[in-house]
């Protein structure tokens, strides 16, 4: 009964630590002001598709004037003045253009703004999973700084009773001076790491609310990692990585919008044409014409056969732009393959430093504990000894929480390598 009362308070206290970190990665996720400033860039980027699409449509135009004339001063060809005038002509139109054909530049540029927002689309996802994974890393930091500090405050705690204890055997005659200088040296020794824990923590809370949003947390498991979709091999992370790695599909589509700028620039030394249709009404035109209407359909074809030079530059550079694209393309295949390699391989080998740590802080509890009977009891341990056992034991946990730390933010750190780290992935 006692056994399954412990199991159920460990599984109660496991799940209120793995809540914390989503909690912790949830509020990032909102709160991050980055990530809002490129939310509301995407919002902003998908206009341009109904930009570029209105270049399909036709435009209509309403314009109108009016103004006051006064004709002075007038005479005919023989000399003899005229009568003045006065009129106050006003004129409106309503103009309707339809473009027929336009190099495919229209086209070009529409799709050049579908991939825009695709490209938007990715760097937003790219920036979500980079906030995520900087949430995980600050978690665990902390985790380890509060730790660091718990074992330091032990070991203080540990010399002091030590101290207090040589002090009363150097009265006895138990131990030597230098025995007892070595207990207070190791005291001090002590103190000062403490106070160095005690300012990674600060440092640790303030990095996290930075990151976060929040404050921090009072206490943190490091022996908590939620469950996440590790791929089983290498192979598998590759070949995931390759299909939806952000960084890989922003290169793609970089490619691609540069094939488009390409098509886009030669569409302006092809010809264009158009349509347009024109109603106009003018009243009091002249003297002799109160009020006159007009329609006007019209058809425009139009060539761009020199401009200066312009149109074929701009052919050129789209051209080197493109080839651009396609080298930076290849660096960042490589770059997604080398990180994910390193990724997996870190995943591993703190995997295997985890285990490691775990039996050297075993056997450093249990020769501690010994060495520290057999001093106590007046054996033949020396004060050197159990000052040494003590600070095996000390960098023993610190090693293991070290270790714990590192291999839960591997975790996190290869999904994201892969692209694959939402917030969905992480039960």
């Given at each position: 009964?006692k056994?399954v009362?412990?199991?159920?308070?460990?599984?109660?206290?496991?799940?209120?630590?793995?809540?914390?970190?989503?909690?912790?990665?949830?509020?990032?996720?909102?709160?991050?002001?980055?990530?809002?400033?490129?939310?509301?860039s995407?919002?902003?980027?998908?206009?341009?598709?109904?930009i570029?699409?209105g270049?399909?449509?036709?435009?209509?135009t309403?314009?109108g004037?009016?103004?006051?004339?006064?004709?002075t001063n007038?005479?005919?060809?023989?000399?003899l003045?005229?009568?003045?005038?006065?009129?106050?002509?006003?004129?409106?139109?309503v103009?309707?253009?339809?473009?027929?054909?336009?190099?495919?530049?229209?086209y070009?540029?529409?799709?050049?703004s579908k991939l825009e927002f695709?490209?938007?689309?990715?760097?937003?996802n790219?920036l979500?999973?980079?906030?995520?994974?900087?949430?995980?890393?600050?978690?665990y930091?902390?985790?380890?700084?509060?730790?660091?500090?718990?074992?330091?405050?032990?070991?203080?705690?540990?010399?002091?009773?030590?101290?207090e204890?040589?002090?009363s055997?150097?009265e006895?005659g138990?131990i030597?001076?230098?025995?007892?200088?070595?207990?207070?040296?190791?005291?001090?020794?002590?103190?000062?790491k403490?106070?160095?824990?005690?300012?990674?923590?600060?440092?640790?809370?303030?990095?996290?609310?930075?990151?976060?949003?929040s404050?921090?947390?009072?206490?943190?498991?490091?022996?908590?990692?939620?469950?996440?979709k590790?791929?089983?091999?290498?192979?598998?992370?590759?070949?995931?990585?390759?299909?939806i790695?952000?960084?890989?599909?922003?290169?793609?589509?970089?490619?691609?919008?540069?094939?488009k700028?390409?098509?886009?620039?030669?569409?302006?030394?092809?010809?264009?044409?158009?349509?347009?249709?024109?109603?106009?009404?003018?009243?009091?035109?002249?003297?002799?014409?109160?009020?006159?209407?007009q329609?006007?359909?019209?058809?425009?074809v139009?060539?761009?056969?020199?401009?200066g030079g312009?149109?074929?530059?701009?052919?050129?550079?789209?051209?080197f732009?493109?080839?651009?694209?396609?080298?930076i393309?290849?660096?960042?295949?490589?770059?997604?393959?080398?990180?994910?390699?390193?990724?997996?391989?870190?995943?591993?080998s703190?995997?295997?430093?985890?285990d490691a740590?775990?039996v050297?802080?075993?056997?450093?509890?249990i020769?501690?504990?010994?060495?520290?009977?057999?001093?106590?009891?007046?054996?033949?341990?020396?004060?050197?000894?159990?000052?040494?056992?003590?600070?095996?034991?000390?960098?023993?946990?610190?090693?293991?929480?070290?270790a714990?730390?590192?291999?839960?933010?591997?975790?996190?750190?290869?999904l994201?390598?892969?692209g694959?780290?939402?917030?969905e992935?992480?039960?």
């Open positions: 009964m056994k009362l412990i199991f159920i308070l460990f599984f109660f206290h496991s799940n209120l630590y793995a809540e914390d970190l989503f909690k912790t990665l949830s509020n990032a996720f909102k709160n991050n002001s980055k990530l809002n400033a490129e939310r509301a995407l919002n902003a980027v998908k206009q341009d598709i109904n570029s699409r270049e399909f449509l036709p435009s209509i309403l314009s004037d009016a103004a006051t004339q006064k004709d007038r005479k005919n060809q023989q000399g003045s005229l009568q003045k005038t006065h009129s106050e002509p006003e004129n409106r139109s103009i309707v253009e339809q473009k027929i054909f336009d190099g495919f530049s229209n070009n540029d529409l799709e050049k695709k490209y938007a689309e990715f760097k937003l790219k979500e999973q980079d906030v995520i994974f900087s949430a995980a890393k600050a978690y930091d902390l985790g380890y700084n509060f730790k660091n500090l718990e074992f330091n405050q032990s070991n203080v705690e540990l010399f002091e009773r030590q101290v204890s040589d002090r055997r150097l006895r138990e030597s001076l230098t025995d007892f200088a070595q207990s207070e040296s190791s005291l001090a020794g002590a103190l000062a403490l106070i160095t824990a005690e300012n990674e923590l600060i440092s640790g809370k303030k990095n996290f609310q930075k990151i976060i949003g404050n921090a947390p009072k206490e943190i498991n490091l022996g908590i990692v939620p469950n996440l590790i791929p089983t091999s290498l192979n598998t992370a590759t070949a995931i990585s390759d299909q790695n952000p960084r890989l599909n922003l290169a793609k589509i970089d490619l691609e919008i540069a094939k700028e390409l098509y886009s620039a030669r569409g302006d030394l092809s010809p264009s044409a158009s349509i347009s249709y024109q109603r106009k009404k003018n009243y009091d035109l002249s003297t002799t014409v109160d009020e006159r209407e329609e006007e359909v019209k058809a425009s139009k060539w761009p056969l020199f401009k312009k149109n074929i530059s701009s052919v050129k550079k789209a051209s732009k493109l080839k651009e694209k396609e080298l393309l290849k660096d960042v295949s490589d770059q997604v393959q080398i990180d994910t390699a390193n990724a997996w391989t870190s995943y591993n703190t995997k295997s430093v985890l740590t775990s050297q802080l075993k056997a450093a509890e020769a501690n504990e010994v060495i520290t009977l057999e001093y106590e009891s007046g054996n033949k341990r020396t004060t050197l000894e159990v000052i040494q056992s003590r600070t095996l034991l000390l960098d023993a946990r610190k090693s293991f929480a070290k714990q730390k590192d291999f839960a933010i591997a975790q996190f750190n290869l994201a390598s892969i694959d780290l939402y917030l992935n992480i039960k």
